[in-house]
């Protein structure tokens, strides 16, 4: 039987138009772009043309991109710049970020220059946008809040204008993480109230180790990685130029093929959220709200069979992943599953769906998960 992919939150295949794209790069065009001379020149005009390419699909100006090595470092490069250079001596986040989030908030929390607020989250795992005011209110000081706009577990969205209007209301600095989203909703920056957002090739058929962020060209901040001149002063370090190349190739094609395949996922996840008549689950998030079409979490009642859920998985050729509040042996569990459901009765497992699954494919792994539960 062929593998069955049903994990592409985590990651996507590379499309084979984008490796196609990013041969030449690989290849004969393989100049330093700093260097003067020709072979360096075609290679600086690649860069540039790409950094247009991302810009005019996101509204925003050439000169707001910034190509970094991922998400990751991404928001770790505003949320640090937000503290260092901006002056925020307090952060509004909220405990289902992503870890790239988590993690850069809660180190800076511990030096003690930074105070941390959590945002109380609704019951179907929604930031609490009254609770979200409050927190502005209350507070002072220059503020970050830092939120992302689509959950990478159980896909729920926030209004990532209301959020912003909020932040402009109270003169906050607003940094969201869009690794999930970029790539997969229209996006139209210069109307958009937000500071910084991130994104990741490999979230939408492009390449590994490449991402964007977007600075707001209101925003000055200083250097993450020191070195060299480039991406205009603002990251140190011979550019990933094949990456970029294929960054800008996987964006320009999900655009364009944005309402097919976004309609396709998502009556894919319906399918599969109809299909799964199995006594005792529940599907967690907002799945049919405003939510991330690509992913379904689902948690079954807890049983010797179920906790086995995904070691199963993996035998019959089925990748998904977990999202159990619970911690066993090397899996610590969820952190947004805890946030939002904290029930040790339950295991969770998230299925995440791109352009090419099938309804076939959901068939069997609803037939398989019948057999396993």
């Known amino acids: 039987m062929d593998r069955i992919y049903f994990d592409n939150a985590a990651t996507t295949s590379l499309d084979p138009q984008v490796l196609e794209a990013m041969m ?25 043309n790409a950094r247009k390419t991302v810009a005019k699909i996101l509204n925003a100006h050439p000169a707001e991109i910034f190509f970094t090595s991922g998400g990751t470092e991404s928001s770790n490069t505003a949320i640090g710049a937000a503290v260092k250079d901006l002056g925020c001596k307090h952060i509004i986040s909220s405990k289902i970020e992503h870890h ?20 109380n989250l609704l019951p179907n795992g929604h930031v609490d946008m009254e609770d979200l005011e409050a927190l502005l209110k209350a507070n002072e000081e220059k503020t970050l809040v830092t ?43 210069r109307n958009t ?27 000055k901040i200083k250097p993450f990685v020191h070195g060299g001149s480039q ?23 999900a655009t364009d093929n944005h ?33 991330l079409y690509t992913v379904l979490s689902i948690s079954f009642p807890k049983t010797e ?14 990748c998904a992943s977990g999202g159990s509040a619970c911690t066993s042996g090397a899996d610590a569990g969820s952190h947004v599953m805890r946030a939002i459901n904290n029930n040790p009765n339950q295991v969770t ?13 959901v068939d069997i792994v609803v037939e398989k998960l019948k057999e396993m539960i």
């Open 147 to 189: 939120l992302m706009h689509a959950n990478n577990e159980i896909g729920n969205m926030i209004d990532i204008f209301a959020v912003g209007n909020l932040c402009k209301k109270y003169n906050a600095i607003f940094h969201s993480d869009t690794v999930q989203t970029v790539g997969h909703f229209p996006f139209d920056l």
């Open 349 to 361: 497992v998230r299925f995440s769906f791109s352009k090419n699954n099938t309804k076939e494919e």
């Open 231 to 253: 991406e205009r002063n603002m990251r140190a370090g011979t550019e990933n130029l094949y990456g970029i190349v294929g960054f800008a190739k996987a964006l320009q094609m």
């Open 259 to 291: 309402e097919a395949d976004s309609k396709h996922i998502k009556a894919l996840r319906n399918y599969m959220m109809e299909q799964e008549h199995i006594p005792g689950t529940s599907f967690n998030g907002d799945p049919l709200g405003r939510s």
């Open 193 to 219: 109230p937000v500071h910084f957002i991130t994104g990741a090739g490999h979230k939408f058929h492009g390449p590994k180790g490449i991402g964007i962020l977007y600075i707001n060209e209101n925003v």
């Open 24 to 48: 030449p790069y690989l290849t004969n065009h393989f100049g330093n772009p700093s260097s003067i001379y020709s072979y360096g020149r075609e290679t600086r005009m690649a860069i540039e």
């Open 305 to 318: 069979k179920s906790e086995m859920i995904l070691f199963n998985m993996d035998i019959n050729n089925i």
């Open 100 to 119: 790239a989030t988590l993690h850069t908030v809660e180190h800076l929390g511990c030096g003690g220059d930074v105070k941390v607020s959590y945002v």
